[in-house]
């Protein structure tokens, strides 16, 4: 390999994303993100047999502390970066979703240069993350640990609600950015120019939603005209992202935050 592509991998970091195998989940967020900067990233869970047990090393509940001198994990997903520790030499580990896309977005050049710009890059993708955690609490409004079937009456209950007034809450404001930003944008990107992670983590955002809900999201499609009319198709095209939606590397939605059962649908 030559030319720039070769430089990107001599030069970048090794990142690993830590996660959950199987499922597009919150790692999603972090995949988008490398795959429409084009770097490369191993997705340890899913590239290697061993991978998921190494990923449950890193969470282990019941560690005071872990490699390099990082503080223990949460939960997934988390974002280990050989080298890049306190040391110098340690690895650095870190965990939140949006936490993990803040580090990386100026690193792999998803975050504009702009402090302002960048500033509203982040809100906007903590904005679009809040949907996707309301999204999972229609599934599993009570207890994330029981099962969806144990709470269905609530579900119910939850997943109304979401449908009539939340969504079309969080898209009328994501419409109003594409709208402000238009001139700029062209109904292509929350901020400025140039796809950014908050665009990404909108867009997958948007994909889930009409994954669970495809009845709610056809009727509510033309209410927001720059949100499914350009920006939700234009990121699907952009350059990585469309060769990642047709990779294996993009994985099936099923039992995870986007959910569908046709109960909670519209009818
Ligand atoms: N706010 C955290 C939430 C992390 C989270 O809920 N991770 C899920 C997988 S997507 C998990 O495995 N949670 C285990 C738990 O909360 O007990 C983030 O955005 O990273």
Redesign the pocket.
């Known amino acids: 390999m030559s030319g720039p592509a070769a430089k990107k991998q001599r030069t970048q970091p090794q990142y690993e994303l830590l996660?959950?195998p199987g499922i597009p989940?919150?790692?999603e967020?972090i995949r988008l993100a490398f795959e429409a900067a084009g770097v490369s990233y191993s997705d340890v869970a899913n590239e290697k047999d061993t991978g998921y047990d190494e990923v449950k090393a890193a969470m282990d509940p019941k560690a005071t502390n872990i490699e390099g001198g990082n503080p223990v994990i949460?939960?997934?997903?988390a974002l280990r970066v050989p080298g890049a520790g306190k040391d110098g030499s340690s690895p650095l580990l870190i965990?939140?979703?949006?936490?993990?896309l803040s580090y990386l977005g100026p690193k792999i050049g998803m975050t504009p240069d702009n402090e302002a710009d960048a500033l509203h890059v982040n809100a906007l993708a903590l904005t679009a993350?809040d949907l996707?955690?309301e999204t999972?609490d229609t599934h599993h409004p009570v207890a994330?640990?029981k099962y969806y079937e144990e709470q269905k009456n609530e579900a119910l209950a939850k997943a109304t609600d979401f449908r009539e007034s939340r969504i079309p809450k969080y898209f009328s404001f994501f419409e109003r950015v594409l709208k402000g930003n238009e001139a700029t944008g062209q109904g292509k990107y929350l901020v400025g120019d140039k796809i950014s992670y908050a665009d990404t983590t909108l867009w997958q955002v948007v994909d889930g939603l009409k994954f669970a809900f495809p009845k709610e999201m056809a009727a509510r499609e033309k209410e927001f005209p720059l949100l499914f009319g350009t920006f939700y198709s234009s990121v699907k095209e952009e350059k990585g992202i469309k060769e990642y939606l047709a990779s294996k590397r993009r994985l099936p939605y099923s039992m995870?935050?986007f959910r569908h059962y046709e109960e909670l649908d519209r009818e």
């Open positions: 996660y959950h989940g919150r790692g967020y949460f939960a997934p997903p965990f939140q979703t949006p936490n993990i993350l996707n955690n999972h994330p640990i995870g935050i």
